[in-house]
C-alpha cells in the first residue's frame, strides 16, 4: 500500500460539452441537455447533463435510444471550437499553479503539485484554487480528487461527482477501496470483470485479498497491475507532455453518400480541419491514412507516406483524394482522415540536394518556393481563424458546403 502524501490531483470537468452549452445559453439551465448528432443522421450522445443522465442518458449513446429514454431532452448540436476554447483556458489555469500537467482530454488532467507548496500551499489547497479558479474564469464546475497517486486521484475525482472535492490519504486508502467494485479499478473491464466474479472476486477487497502470484497466473502482466491497484500501488508519474502518435478526424453520414465530388469535398474539409490541429499543436506528420466504411459496415485504408513531413490541408488533402481514387466505389457510411508520423515543426526537414534550385545550361537557378508560399499564406489564414472563429476562412471549393461536423457527431 501507498505511503506517500497526496501530492496528484485528477481534476475532471463536470459534462463539460452540455455544461458549456448550459453556461452560454442560461435557459438551459435544469433542463435533460445533450450535446449530439440527430437521430435521423445516426448520431451519438456526445455529452449529457447530469439531469439527463438520471433518465439512464449517458455519452456515446446512439440519440435515438436517448430520445426513448428521455422524450423531452433538449439536443444541442456540438460546437467544438468552443468547447477547445475553453479547454485551453483550463489548461492555462492548470500550469499557472504547475508545469506537470498530464491532460487525459479536453476536460481532464493529472497534475502533480509536489514542490509547489512553499507558493501556493498543500495539495488540498492548490486543488481548492484550482476549481474555484477555473469557475471564476470560465464559469464552468470541475471536480477535483487529490491523492498519492493517479489511480487514487482519478477514483477520488469520480466518486465526489459532480462538484466534487475528495482527498485519499494514504491511511484511508484500504477502508475506501474494499467495499468498492472491482470494475472501479483502471483497466478492469466487463470482460475481465465477469473473469473475476467467476473467481469469486467481487469487490477489490476480494482481489486485494488472493496472492499476486494467482491473479498473475490467470491474467498474466495485467493481473500484476490490478493487483498492485487493489492494494492502492500506483508508481506511474504525472508526464507533462504525452508524445502524440496521430491526428485525425471521422464522421459518420447522415445517410450513405456514393458521390464521388461529395466525398472528395468531405475530405477537402476533414484535411483543413486536420491541417489546423495540427499547426495548433506545433506537429506535422508524413503519414496519411484513408479510413472507408461501407454501408455493410465492411471497412478499408490506404496509406502513403510522404517525402517531407507537412501540416498543411492542401498537401494531406492532395494525398488523400489520391488513395480516394484507390477504393472501390460504393455507398459510403463513413470515412476518415488521418496523419501519423508525427514529429516537432522545429525539428529540421531533409531537402534533397537540389531540392530549391532548377538545373539550366548557365548552372543551377533557384526556383520559387511553393511550400514556402504556401506556408506563409496558412500563417496568416490561421491568424484569422484564431480572432474571428471558424469558418472566417474556407476553400472556395467549399463556399456553400455545410460542414459536417456540424450536423451530426458521430463517428
Not at 188 to 199: N, W
Not at 210 to 217: G, I, K, N, P, T
Not at 255 to 283: A, I
Not at 336 to 353: C, F, K, N, T, Y
Request: aromatic letters at 6%; charged letters at 25%.
Amino acid at each position: 500500500m501507498t505511503s506517500a502524501v497526496p501530492t496528484i490531483l485528477h481534476v475532471d470537468m463536470d459534462a463539460f460539452y452540455a455544461s458549456i452549452e448550459i453556461r452560454d445559453n442560461p435557459a438551459l439551465a435544469g433542463q435533460p441537455v445533450c450535446v449530439g448528432g440527430t437521430p435521423e443522421g445516426r448520431g451519438v450522445i456526445a455529452a449529457a447533463s447530469y439531469e439527463a443522465r438520471r433518465h439512464g442518458v449517458h455519452s456515446a449513446m446512439p440519440t435515438i435510444e436517448a430520445l426513448r429514454l428521455c422524450p423531452q431532452l433538449v439536443l444541442v448540436p456540438p460546437d467544438f471550437e468552443r468547447y477547445t476554447q475553453a479547454s485551453r483556458e483550463i489548461m492555462a489555469v492548470f500550469r499557472s499553479f504547475t508545469p506537470l500537467v498530464e491532460p487525459l482530454s479536453l476536460d481532464e488532467a493529472f497534475l502533480d503539485v509536489s514542490g509547489c507548496e512553499r507558493l501556493f500551499g498543500d495539495a488540498p489547497a492548490i486543488g481548492r484554487a484550482i476549481k474555484q479558479e477555473i469557475l471564476r474564469r470560465t464559469g464552468l464546475i470541475a471536480s477535483v480528487g487529490v491523492a498519492p497517486s493517479k489511480f487514487l486521484a482519478k477514483l477520488a475525482s469520480d466518486l465526489s461527482k459532480p462538484d466534487g472535492f475528495r482527498v485519499i490519504e494514504a491511511h484511508e486508502v484500504r477502508e475506501i477501496l474494499d467495499p468498492l467494485p472491482v470494475s472501479k479499478i483502471y483497466g478492469v473491464g466487463p470482460r475481465t470483470a465477469a473473469r473475476l466474479e467467476s473467481m469469486g472476486v467481487r469487490t477489490i477487497a476480494d482481489l486485494a485479498q488472493r496472492s499476486r502470484e494467482e491473479v498473475a497466473r490467470a491474467f498474466g502482466a495485467t493481473g500484476v497491475w490490478i493487483h498492485d491497484l487493489a492494494h492502492g500501488i500506483d508508481p506511474r508519474r504525472v508526464t507533462p507532455r504525452r508524445e502524440e502518435k496521430s491526428h485525425g478526424m471521422e464522421r459518420t453520414f447522415p445517410e450513405d453518400l456514393s458521390d464521388r465530388e461529395e466525398l472528395r469535398r468531405f475530405l477537402l474539409e476533414f484535411c483543413e480541419e486536420v491541417g489546423f490541429g495540427l499547426r495548433d499543436k506545433g506537429l506535422r506528420g508524413r503519414t496519411v491514412t484513408l479510413k472507408v466504411r461501407y454501408a455493410n459496415f465492411t471497412t478499408l485504408t490506404r496509406t502513403r507516406t510522404l517525402e517531407h513531413p507537412t501540416n498543411l490541408g492542401p498537401r494531406l488533402y492532395a494525398t488523400a483524394r489520391e488513395l480516394l481514387d484507390k477504393v472501390p466505389p460504393g455507398h459510403v457510411r463513413l470515412i476518415g482522415v488521418q496523419v501519423s508520423g508525427l514529429s516537432d515543426v522545429r525539428a529540421p526537414i531533409q531537402e534533397q540536394l537540389f531540392a530549391n534550385f532548377e538545373l539550366t545550361e548557365s548552372g543551377p537557378v533557384p526556383r520559387a518556393g511553393a511550400r514556402d508560399r504556401l506556408e506563409r499564406v496558412t500563417e496568416g489564414l490561421d491568424k484569422l481563424r484564431r480572432k474571428y472563429g471558424e469558418g472566417t476562412v474556407v476553400p472556395a471549393s467549399l463556399l456553400g458546403h455545410k460542414p459536417l461536423k456540424s450536423r451530426d457527431a458521430a463517428g
